[in-house]
């Protein structure tokens, strides 16, 4: 199992795809970057139990 610790996790997206993320925010109360906090557990728990 490979340890992520202390790495930076950067998500690329256009601004189309940013709106997109806004308006699926708004729908569900929340905000971009707690989406974006989503994204990056469900990379690091894939990342950790993936076998090298």
Known sequence: MKTL???????????EEFDSLKEIAWKKR??????????????????SNKEY
């Open 30 to 47: 929340t905000n971009v970057s707690e989406i974006f906090q989503h994204l990056s557990k469900r990379v690091i728990s894939y990342y």
């Open 5 to 15: 610790k202390k790495k930076t996790i950067q998500f690329r997206v256009t601004q």
